[in-house]
């Protein structure tokens, strides 16, 4: 067995009993629907805030195929009116348990721009409606469920729940919450991707185990008074120490596969004796990290103690590999917080029949034809693999799917592609994307199994490429060529954003990727190009962005095609300064880019980029006796100005830039030369300025100069040789 597998298989279970009332078309949504299945009752219940999308790229709809398959009947609530029980009580009472998840996105970043204004859409809704789902969705949604049946049992999970598992730093109150079950009053919490635990859960309970007793399953999350019974614990602060993280703990239970000579001396053998000398064989040590927990800085420390917020932030991240995570055990006043160490990733064999399961693929038919944007956009793409080893700070897919990559067989993958063919209304002939969280992580895992269930690095390719990571991307380039070949696929298209530093050190896969799955432009994601915020997001340099685009740029011109690059960049990360901003458009501007969408950063909870964020420290490094601050945009006016700077070539933001500029001493970057970042004020702005000026001597309140977007400024005239470029993305999916 491999040293990350489970101990059972996702599809081993004996099967509920329901399971001869077989495959439902879709999940029933009304009790019409259940009628029609032969059923008088549901097993389990989902709530969701997304609408319900029988697509594998729905978590709801993937969660209740997998149950379904267990053999239990399972009932889906989607988007309900929250403002009673009522909408919770329509598929009358589960038998089981309510599972309940805010959908594919956090329920707040779904809701709110990274300014915190409002969105009035959803791209997870029939007609891209906004304001169908409740700000903090799980905890609206389990209390109301606990209002229909209050001896039904709540599973919370998803993305909302999962970044949410321990005491946390939020957003939009700007302030430390504790962890969500508390608020939420939920029994038990799931994080990361949830068939494995939930399965477990399910059957558990269907056995007629009480849920208050099911708390030693692996990536869930339960409230107790004290840990586990038979547990031994760490304090977090012993942990951490000065300078140091913690060794790679040899697997088979020794700190060393040799025997010192002070081992030899307790064990009675005289190395000098010449005579051999019988060896009484012990048992191997128990691994550091089994039946082990970490106790970290309680609620009310972290909440007004930033040093120890920062510090339990880097015991949390450090504790995500499966393979020798120990159990996390945090007080929240007279009750306490005990996470289970992670779930195991899929086997290669799970994930296709996870796939493979009975999805329509298409949104329920009482939707009608009302256009459901997410669904349009993933329609005709294929999930080859799960989980990121890149580590970026600010991304929340780490601490939500984990490191380890989980992949798809090539036989799974080609069956999707020819069900798309065949199921998807409209099909052209494109797959729009073979990806995942990123395009080219797919089967590439760490050389050394040791190193695999050991290691706490919080990436496997930054500072560096480590050493043990895989970097050969045949398995992906052999998985290219078959697809392009199925019957009636006219182009492979790769949407997903490609990792670049790996793929430079694969030039044949960057030949192919350019030579056949380049539409015309192709997303990357340097995200900065100063050293300071690099550093801060986890992400290489420009060099590897300049390597890269150089083979680009070769293949294309190989291929006999005109391709770009399109770059995201963020602005506003912690770790950047005013002038990291000016220096990053000055290179936008020597590049001939120009951004028209842009992302400030957005502070996602549990991220590490997030707690550097509120606690201004740097908390990839020991935070103890840790006393370097780090430059932190906040306030509207500085987080508008990064953004403004960002978009240089945008009028709008001019007089704001020339204000900073002059404030940094840096004013020969304001005029008309090749060299400069935005022009002299205009005739028309000084008249605007007058005019705002002469209003608010008379009395105008607002007194501010209008800020209108000029049309005819000659000094940014561009031939049309790159496209305008931008990044449209919503962290923390």
């Not at 609408?51 to 379904?68: C, K, N, Q, T, W």
């Not at 009675?268 to 550091?288: C, F, M, N, S, Y």
């Not at 006219?490 to 050190?505: C, F, N, P, Q």
Request: glycine share 8%; net charge positive; proline share 6%.
């Amino acid at each position: 067995m491999a040293a990350l597998s489970a101990e059972r298989g996702l599809f081993s279970y004996p099967k509920y009993w329901a399971e001869c009332y077989g495959t439902a078309d879709f999940l029933p949504t009304t009790r019409a629907e259940m009628d029609a299945l032969g059923w008088d009752s549901c097993d389990v219940i989902l709530v969701t805030g997304d609408a319900y999308v029988d697509h594998p790229s729905f978590g709801m709809a993937v969660i209740g195929r997998v149950l379904e398959a267990q053999g239990f009947r399972v009932g889906i609530i989607s988007q309900p009116d929250w403002n009673s029980k009522d909408a919770f009580m329509s598929l009358g009472k589960p038998n089981l348990f309510y599972g309940v998840s805010a959908g594919n996105m956090d329920s707040m970043i779904n809701r709110y721009t990274a300014e915190k204004r409002m969105r009035h859409d959803d791209a997870y809704t029939p007609g891209n409606v906004g304001g169908k789902r409740p700000d903090r969705a799980v905890l609206v949604y389990t209390q109301r469920c606990k209002e229909a049946y209050k001896d039904v049992p709540v599973v919370i999970g998803g993305i909302e729940a999962s970044l949410r598992r321990i005491a946390h730093y939020d957003y939009w109150s700007e302030k430390v919450r504790r962890s969500i079950i508390f608020d939420a009053k939920a029994d038990i919490l799931i994080y990361g991707n949830a068939e494995r635990p939930l399965v477990e859960v399910a059957h558990r309970i269907a056995k007629g185990e009480v849920i208050a007793d099911i708390q030693d399953v692996r990536g869930t999350a339960v409230i107790r008074k004290e840990p586990l019974p038979g547990w031994r614990g760490a304090d977090s602060t012993a942990i951490d120490k000065v300078g140091k993280i913690d060794p790679i703990p040899n697997p088979y239970g020794a700190d060393d596969v040799g025997c010192s000579k002070s081992e030899f001396k307790q064990a009675g053998i005289d190395l000098k004796a010449e005579a051999a000398k019988p060896i009484i064989v012990q048992p191997a040590r128990p691994k550091p990290w089994e039946k082990t927990y970490v106790k970290l800085p309680a609620f009310e420390q972290v909440s007004v103690n930033k040093p120890l917020y920062a510090h339990a932030s880097r015991i949390l991240h450090q504790e995500t590999n499966p393979g020798c995570a120990r159990a996390l055990f945090q007080r929240h006043g007279d009750r306490s917080i005990w996470v289970n160490p992670p779930a195991f990733p899929l086997e290669t064999a799970e994930m296709d029949e996870v796939f493979g399961l009975a999805y329509q693929r298409i949104p329920h038919p009482s939707y009608g034809d009302a256009k459901i944007p997410a669904y349009e956009m993933i329609k005709t793409s294929v999930n080859i693999m799960r989980g990121c080893f890149g580590g970026c700070s600010f991304c929340s897919i780490t601490e939500h799917e984990g490191r380890i990559i989980q992949s798809r067989s090539e036989e799974s993958i080609i069956n999707e592609i020819e069900q798309i063919r065949d199921k998807v209304p409209g099909f052209t002939g494109v797959i729009s994307d073979l990806g995942g969280p990123t395009a080219n992580m797919y089967k590439l895992r760490c050389k050394s199994e040791k190193a695999e269930s050991t290691c706490r690095r919080l990436s496997c390719v930054y500072p560096d490429i480590c050493n043990h990571m895989d970097t050969d991307h045949t398995p992906t380039i052999d998985l290219y060529r078959k697809a392009r070949d199925v019957k009636g696929v006219k182009k492979i298209l790769i949407a997903s954003g490609v990792r670049y530093d790996l793929a430079v050190e694969d030039p044949r896969y960057v030949k192919e990727l350019v030579s056949h799955h380049v539409g015309g432009y192709l997303k990357i994601a340097p995200e900065h190009t100063e050293e300071g915020p690099l550093s801060k997001m986890m992400k290489p340099g420009m060099g590897a962005y300049d390597k890269f685009k150089e083979l680009f740029d070769k293949y294309s011109k190989e291929a006999g095609k005109k391709q770009y690059l399109i770059p995201y960049f963020i602005s506003a990360h912690p770790g950047t300064t005013d002038e990291d901003m000016v220096n990053m458009a000055l290179w936008l501007k020597s590049n001939d880019f120009k951004l028209d969408q842009v992302q400030n950063f957005y502070p996602s909870p549990m991220a590490n980029a997030t707690t550097i964020y509120h606690t201004e420290m740097n908390s990839l490094r020991n935070i103890k006796n840790n006393k370097d601050v780090v430059a932190v945009p906040k306030g509207a006016r500085q987080r508008r100005l990064h953004k403004a700077i960002l978009r240089y070539h945008d009028p709008a933001g001019w007089p704001m830039i020339r204000e900073a500029l002059r404030a940094m001493g840096k004013t020969k970057l304001i005029g008309n030369g090749p060299h400069c970042l935005v022009p002299e004020e205009s005739r028309q702005e000084k008249m605007q300025t007058g005019k705002a000026s002469q209003g608010k001597a008379k009395g105008n309140s607002k007194g501010r100069p209008a800020l209108t977007r000029h049309t005819g400024f000659s000094q940014f005239k561009k031939a049309n040789t790159k496209p305008r470029v931008g990044d449209n993305r919503q962290r923390a999916k």
